[in-house]
């Protein structure tokens, strides 16, 4: 979890609504951190910009399934 974990921390004391999902990846396991459920694209957008911006990430917005 580490350095994941950390990120999550820091994103949640900023505001948003930060988890984990823990996957692998070649062979290996991995966390990705993941931002909120929004209700529209455009709050979502918002989001995304503020964290590539404040917080230097590289962000992709994704519909729910």
Same mark, same amino acid.
């Given at each position: 979890?580490?350095?994941?974990?950390?990120?999550?921390?820091?994103?949640?004391?900023?505001?948003?609504? !930060?988890?984990?999902?823990?996957?692998?990846?070649? +062979? $290996?396991?991995?966390?990705? =951190?993941?931002?909120?459920?929004?209700?529209?694209?455009?709050? !979502?957008?918002?989001?995304?910009?503020?964290?590539? +911006? $404040?917080?230097?990430?590289? =962000?992709?917005?994704?519909?729910?399934?």
């Amino acid at each position: 979890e580490g350095r994941a974990g950390a990120l999550k921390s820091i994103l949640k004391k900023n505001g948003f609504d !930060a988890f984990l999902v823990q996957t692998e990846l070649a +062979s $290996q396991e991995w966390y990705r =951190v993941f931002l909120g459920q929004y209700l529209d694209e455009q709050e !979502a957008q918002k989001a995304a910009d503020i964290a590539r +911006s $404040q917080f230097k990430l590289n =962000v992709v917005i994704r519909k729910a399934n």
